[in-house]
């Protein structure tokens, strides 16, 4: 069964500084998708970034990229520039082409003025 | 609004009532999910739909939960006899289901609290 880990339950960034959220997956899988998903303070669940694994190009968003290691299993977030909009719990997550999605437990993201 | 809607926003029932929640999917999407979180918690999967056909169920789902796609557009998922440690928000999302289009977009969820 696949499983997501992110280590840091939470951490904090002042404003217009860049932060690193980590994740790490177990898969024997080769062929997936990764997504990094945002969830500000009762607020729905929204999508910031996702790469799919056969792309060896990691994706970009504005300010938000990923460093995807495949071999490693290690998919982290990178946030440029934080904004107080950018406090949220930020989830990672696995699908596989069987449709199981497996979404780790979060980090919690304190962006301070 | 062209998202994912559900209904109702929050549930407060007695435990052993029943209760049952709505989600109605982004138009053209032929996936439908339903996920439970808890407090601090990531979703977890409970089934999938594929059109109306239900193709996946977590061993979360217990017999006393039934969700539904009738004609592959809006779903329900129903609790039957609800205990305490239902209590939970249960996230609806849908997808496209092809390619680039696996992204799960979700719905604002339903706050269900059991007393």
């Known amino acids: 069964a696949q499983t997501v880990t992110q280590s840091q339950p939470e951490m904090s960034v002042q404003e217009a500084e860049t932060v690193t959220l980590s994740c790490t997956y177990d898969?024997?899988?080769?062929?997936?998708?990764l997504f990094w998903y945002k969830q500000p303070p009762s607020r729905q669940m929204i999508l910031v970034i996702r790469?799919?694994?056969?792309?060896?190009q990691n994706a970009t968003e504005n300010r938000f990229s990923v460093n995807f290691q495949k071999a490693a299993k290690s998919f982290s977030l990178k946030i440029s520039d934080s904004q107080l909009g950018d406090t949220a719990m930020y989830f990672c997550?696995?699908?596989?082409?069987?449709?199981?999605?497996?979404f780790g437990p979060g980090t919690r993201l304190s962006v301070l003025p | 609004d062209t998202g994912v809607s559900q209904n109702p926003r929050h549930k407060i029932t007695k435990r052993g009532q029943n209760v049952t929640f709505r989600c109605d999917p982004i138009?053209?999407?032929?996936?439908l999910y339903w996920y439970r979180q808890t407090l601090g918690q990531g979703p977890e999967f409970l089934t999938y739909?594929?059109?109306?056909?239900?193709?996946?169920k977590s061993r979360l789902l217990s017999d006393r939960f039934s969700a539904e796609r009738p004609k592959g557009s809006f779903s329900t998922l129903e609790i039957q006899r609800t205990e305490q440690g239902d209590s939970a928000m249960y996230l609806c999302?849908?997808?496209f289901g092809r390619g680039l289009q696996e992204t799960q977009y979700f719905g604002p969820g339903t706050r269900l609290l059991v007393l």
């Open positions: 739909f594929q059109n109306e056909a239900q193709l996946e």
């Open positions: 138009s053209e999407h032929n996936r």
């Open positions: 997550a696995f699908m596989n082409y069987g449709q199981n999605f497996v």
């Open positions: 999302a849908s997808s």
């Open positions: 898969t024997s899988e080769n062929n997936y998708y």
């Open positions: 790469q799919e694994a056969y792309k060896q």
